[in-house]
């Protein structure tokens, strides 16, 4: 049973014009959400987090909103740019230091000219 | 600092071999991962450990040995390699307080193919 769940495997965003990239989770014991992109070849790199306690979190281009009730949550990418072609993870985890971070299984997003 | 690094990059072994991947780090993190990627899935936890001497199991340890006499390193063993072993492996380390633990860095990947 995936607790992280992306539905959306590939989405395609114009240059310049808004991504949103979206997570589903199911355990309400997580606390902690993080987001993860990877280029072809490379190991993933973080991107940005949010704890429980908010509902946005800001970055530069990247946003991140959590939806606690719906246990959902969305990172909004404006503008896109071409750089951001990649597949991001959607992670989430507990605060204890023990617990561990459950990956979805990824979107892919494409920039186009 | 040259971050996690692992070696090989790339390897191709024939069903029931061994084999040790290689994962170091230089940042001094106390917590360091062993993930798997099977194609179109999310990573899953093989074994972590939380400092020298000390590992534990993941999500999906069976057919996988671990071992950390050092901070530094982290290598995973494959004893009887299976063709379902066939993955991209990603070790990865973090901090080992505060919130930013959970944030980790991860090397480039092992990529194993298992005939």
């Known amino acids: 049973d995936q607790q992280v769940k992306q539905n959306s495997p590939s989405l395609s965003v114009q240059e310049g014009r808004i991504s949103i990239l979206n997570c589903d989770y199911t355990?309400?014991?997580?606390?902690?959400f993080l987001w993860y992109k990877k280029y072809p070849a490379e190991g993933p790199t973080f991107l940005i987090s949010?704890?429980?306690?908010?509902d946005k979190n800001e970055d530069g281009r990247f946003t991140v909103f959590l939806n606690k009730s719906a246990k959902h949550l969305s990172l909004h990418i404006v503008p896109s740019q071409p750089g951001d072609s990649a597949v991001y993870f959607c992670a989430a985890s507990g605060l204890n230091r023990d617990d561990k971070i459950i990956f979805g299984k990824g979107t892919r997003l494409h920039i186009l000219p | 600092n040259a971050g996690v690094t692992q070696t090989p990059k790339f390897r191709i072994l024939k069903i029931g071999q061994s084999m040790t991947l290689q994962c170091a780090q230089d940042?001094?993190?106390?917590?360091m991962y062993w993930y798997r990627q099977d194609p179109g899935m999310g990573l899953k936890l093989i074994y972590y450990?939380?400092?020298?001497?000390?590992?534990d199991k993941g999500e999906v340890p069976n057919g996988y040995n671990v071992s950390r006499s050092t901070t530094e390193d982290f290598p995973l063993r494959l004893e009887l390699a299976a063709p379902s072993q066939t993955s991209v492996y990603f070790c990865?380390?973090?901090?080992?307080?505060?919130?930013?633990?959970?944030?980790?860095?991860f090397g480039p990947g092992t990529r194993l193919t298992v005939l």
């Open positions: 990865a380390s973090s901090y080992s307080g505060g919130r930013s633990y959970n944030e980790q860095f």
């Open positions: 450990s939380v400092g020298a001497g000390i590992t």
């Open positions: 355990n309400s014991m997580f606390d902690y």
């Open positions: 949010i704890s429980s306690i908010k």
């Open positions: 940042m001094n993190h106390n917590y």
